[in-house]
C-alpha cells in the first residue's frame, strides 16, 4: 500500500490504490505547531476516555477544512465540496486501554429524525442522534484518522482488512470471518501522519501492551447531502 508525503501531496494522489485497498497512508502532514494544538484539545475534551465528540471548536475549523492540512486530503480523495461530518478523539492509555472486534463503522449523526426509506435503526451516541444509513451512504465517505502520537506495533494499531469496503454490509456476527479471509494490514504511524480509510473498512484494535499515549483524531467526511429533509449533524457546536 502507498504512502504520500507533504512534498509530493500537491501530485496526483493515487486514488485508484484508495478505491482499491480502502486506506492510504499521508506522512508528516501537521506542523509541530498543529500537533500541540490538537494534543492541546485532546487532554482539555477526551483524557483517558475511549472516544469523545469534539465540535464547535474554532482551533479546528481551517485544519479540518477542504484546503487545511488534514480537509485537503479529503478533498483530493472525494471532491472540494468535502467537508467534516463528525470527529472523535480517542485517547487510549494505561487506564483507558480497550480492544475492538472487527467490524464496520455504520452510523452517521444526523440533525433531526425522519422517516426516510432506508435509514435506520435510529440510536443515541454520546447525546447526539445517530442512524444506519443505507449501504451507499457509508461508500461514499472518507474517513481519516490523524496521529497526534507515534502508533508503534505494540501500542494497539489500527488493523484493517484491505479491500474489506467493498463487500458492502457485513453482518456483525461476520465480520471476523469476513476479515480472515481478506489481506490484513497494520496501520502503523508517526506523529503527524494521516491514515485515510474507505468509511466501512472492517477494522479492529487490540489493547496497547505498553503504557505510552495513543491520541488519534478520526474526522469523517462527505462531499454530498442526505436525501429527503434529512441532513448532516456537522461540526457545529452542541
Known amino acids: 500500500m502507498g504512502a504520500a508525503r507533504e512534498d509530493d501531496l500537491a501530485g496526483v494522489i493515487d ?39 469534539i465540535a464547535g471548536d474554532p482551533r479546528l475549523t481551517e485544519l479540518l477544512s ?3 492540512r488534514v480537509g485537503r486530503i479529503a478533498a483530493g480523495l472525494t471532491s472540494y465540496r468535502a467537508r467534516p461530518v463528525r470527529a472523535i478523539i480517542f485517547d487510549k492509555t494505561a487506564n483507558a486501554n480497550w480492544s475492538v472486534a472487527w467490524h464496520q463503522d455504520r452510523t452517521i449523526p444526523v440533525k433531526e429524525r425522519l422517516d ?50 467493498r463487500l458492502g454490509r457485513v453482518a456483525a456476527g461476520d465480520a471476523g470471518t469476513r476479515a480472515a479471509g481478506a489481506p490484513q494490514q497494520v496501520c502503523l504511524a508517526e506523529a503527524g ?32 447531502n442526505l436525501p429527503e429533509g434529512l441532513k448532516w449533524r456537522g461540526m457545529e457546536a452542541t
Open 193 to 224: 501522519d494521516i491514515w485515510a480509510y474507505r468509511t466501512p473498512i472492517l477494522h479492529a484494535s487490540d489493547r496497547a501492551v505498553t503504557t505510552g499515549r495513543r491520541r488519534v483524531l478520526q474526522v469523517d467526511y462527505a462531499d454530498f
Open 116 to 165: 426516510v426509506e432506508g435509514f435506520g435503526p435510529w440510536s443515541i451516541k454520546d447525546g447526539l442522534l445517530h442512524v444506519a444509513p443505507p449501504f451507499e451512504v457509508l461508500a461514499r465517505m472518507a474517513t481519516l484518522r490523524v496521529h497526534l502520537d507515534a502508533v508503534e506495533s505494540d501500542n494497539a494499531p489500527l488493523r484493517i482488512a484491505v479491500g474489506s469496503h
Open 15 to 53: 486514488s485508484a490504490a484508495f478505491e482499491r485497498d480502502g486506506a492510504l497512508r499521508f506522512e508528516r502532514q501537521l506542523t509541530a505547531a498543529d500537533l500541540e494544538t490538537l494534543k492541546s484539545l485532546a487532554d482539555e475534551r477526551a483524557a483517558e476516555r475511549p472516544g469523545r465528540r
Open 66 to 68: 477542504p484546503s487545511g
